[in-house]
């Protein structure tokens, strides 16, 4: 089980690796205020699927600075489907934005996005504002082993840190994506087998 101390190793070891701003973004994030944010972060979920972050982050930038001066994310993104999928996000944003403020389901909405599917949608609606966990693959294993869902696992845990559900799932998802948990192993062994050599020797105060 993922104990309020086992959370707030993890959370000291993604400090340790320079993840606090990232804790902190997601712990102050608003909602957008106008169509470029919406797009905006819409862009940066698609940039990310199925892609490690630091790969990510610099076609990102890339496909924000070609919509800007009127490109096609094609110019800079090699990947067909994402790249059209960024194209028709920018193009239309002003009336997707108006949608999506107006869905009474917006999780819904966000699926019928391109290149938006149940867990990115889940994802997008995090960075849009909402207080959300995205039970993506990482997460989805660590519920299981605790015998819960990915939703009352995070709900929990934010419950005794403060946290916001969202800013769980960050710290969890990171956690795995970094190798300092490996969610596979924690499924299939538990937390001993499971966590970075490095984990052990980070020291906490006693609560």
Known sequence: MIT?????????????????????WSETIVRPVNAEEFADRAIYVICNSG???????????RCMEAMMTGASAATVFGHPGKAAAIDSIWAKREQLFASYLAA?????????????GPITS????????????KPDVHL?????????????????LARQTGYRVATIDTILWRACADGVLDSRRYEQE???SAV???????????A
């Not at 309020?4 to 902190?24: D, K, S, T, V």
């Not at 889940?122 to 966990?133: I, M, Q, V």
């Not at 970075?196 to 006693?206: G, K, Q, T, V």
């Open 122 to 133: 889940r994802h997008l609606f995090k960075n849009l504002g909402a207080d959300e966990a």
């Open 190 to 192: 538990g937390w001993n």
């Open 140 to 156: 989805e294993r660590l519920a299981g082993r605790c015998r819960t869902t990915v939703a009352r696992l995070c709900s929990r």
């Open 51 to 61: 892609m490690r972050v630091t790969v990510a982050e610099p076609i990102y930038r």
């Open 4 to 24: 309020l101390w086992r959370f707030r190793q993890l959370e000291a070891a993604l400090h340790l690796r320079g993840y606090g701003p990232i804790i902190e």
């Open 104 to 116: 009474d389901d917006q999780i819904s909405f966000l699926e019928s996005l391109p290149w938006i």
């Open 196 to 206: 970075s050599p490095a984990l052990s020797r980070i020291a906490l105060p006693e």
